[in-house]
């Protein structure tokens, strides 16, 4: 079956190290350079020089990719900035445009090698949503990109800020798709308790815990904010499966019921309508049978879509050697066995249809990107 991946995620390439030397003044600047000594890898460096992340080739290298979805049976993949590397932290307008350019372009590049693989979602500047817009407009004619990616917050500010609307309103023109990203809020909490509380090393919680809270906040926003009622064309898909938001969409409708004094200036709309008569849409990225057939049953079979995570370890793709049990990162799974996943393996195992399977394997990628 043809398999479209929609959450797949780039760093930009080694060659683009000199080009943000400028820019590594900003505290939570991160680029990539490639590594002293393991050719196949490169080194995600912050500003202050220090290594953050190390990273396979995989992660921008166009040729490697293809490799690995021949592999998986991946017939194209969407290619979407790691959000870390979005540059809403920036408070310089010509920089945030400058930086979302260079990740523009590098994966633009990426797509024109091999345009029968790829596809790329861009990066916009939205501190500045003048910018923004005009990054969105210069993306959309000199690259042909069909979506963009923007984190579930604006450093800090909620996606429902009447300054915001313009590039939401933009991309409902432009007839571009939006994937919200979890990144910031809840995963790096100021306040000293919750930043105690959310510590990567209990648990993994920013991560496991945190990105789906962030999303859960960012459909709130854009649901209460009335994004997804006055641009009802506009199609947004939410990550990891919506995050927290579909298991909300009961509280949410039962909030407004019993306390209607609170939502006098939010949307009106019952959360349960939004979903279903404006465009939202989830990836597959659940980890479980049974959540991913709440979600279609949720949302619909015509508004998820695969998508894997690619290429990091807390995607739908085992990071385990099936022999040793040893991932490339040299942890070893206290599981008896691998689970032996790969990207559209919960679809390909549910108890549908070929046809549905294939809905959920492309299809409804295609709509979403306005290409069907």
């Known amino acids: 079956m043809e398999k479209w ?10 060659d683009t190290y000199a080009a943000l030397e400028k820019f590594a003044h900003y505290a939570d600047f991160i680029r990539v350079r490639k590594h002293a000594t393991k050719p196949c890898c490169a080194e995600m460096v912050n500003a202050s020089g220090a290594v953050q992340r190390e990273v396979e080739d995989n992660a921008y290298d166009g040729a490697v990719r293809i490799g690995e979805c021949d592999k998986h049976g991946v017939t194209l993949q969407v290619l979407s900035p790691t959000p ?5 932290y920036v408070d310089d307008a010509d920089d945030a445009e400058a930086i979302c350019r260079i990740l523009n372009d590098d994966n633009a590049a990426t797509v024109a090698r091999f345009p029968s693989r790829f596809m790329a979602l861009g990066a916009l500047p939205m501190q500045f949503p003048d910018r923004a817009v005009r990054e969105l407009e210069r993306i959309v004619k000199s690259h042909n990109m069909r979506g963009l990616e923007i984190n579930s917050n604006v450093n800090g500010r909620d996606l429902d800020d009447p300054a915001l609307f313009p590039v939401f309103q933009a991309a409902a023109a432009l007839n571009v798709a939006v994937f919200i990203h979890p990144w910031g809020g809840f995963m790096s909490p100021a306040e000293p308790k919750l930043k105690s509380r959310m510590n990567a090393n209990r648990n993994w919680r920013p991560w496991l815990i945190g990105m789906g809270m962030e999303t859960a906040l960012a459909f709130d926003a854009m649901r209460s904010g009335g994004i997804h009622e006055r641009l009802p064309n506009l199609r947004v898909m939410y990550a990891h499966g919506g995050g927290a938001f579909p298991a909300l969409l009961g509280r949410l409708e039962h909030g407004a019921y019993c306390r209607p004094d609170l939502f006098r200036d939010a949307s009106q709309l019952n959360p349960f309508d939004t979903v279903k008569n404006c465009g939202v849409y989830a990836d597959t990225l659940v980890h479980n049978p049974a959540m991913l057939k709440a979600l279609i049953e949720i949302l619909g079979i015509e508004r998820v879509a695969m998508g894997s995570d690619y290429p990091y370890p807390l995607g739908e ?20 066995q691998v689970k032996g996943i790969y990207p559209g393996h919960a679809v390909e195992h549910l108890d549908i249809t070929d046809q549905q399977k294939q809905r959920l394997l492309s299809g409804t990628a295609k709509e979403w990107l306005g290409v069907a």
Do not use: E
């Not at 870390?84 to 809403?88: E, G, L, N, Y």
């Not at 793709?317 to 008896?336: C, E, M, R």
């Open 84 to 88: 870390m590397m979005i540059p809403d």
């Open 5 to 14: 991946d929609v959450h797949t995620h780039t760093t930009l390439s080694p």
């Open 317 to 336: 793709i085992d990071p385990f050697d099936p022999q040793t049990h040893v991932s490339a990162l040299g942890h070893k799974t206290n599981y008896p």
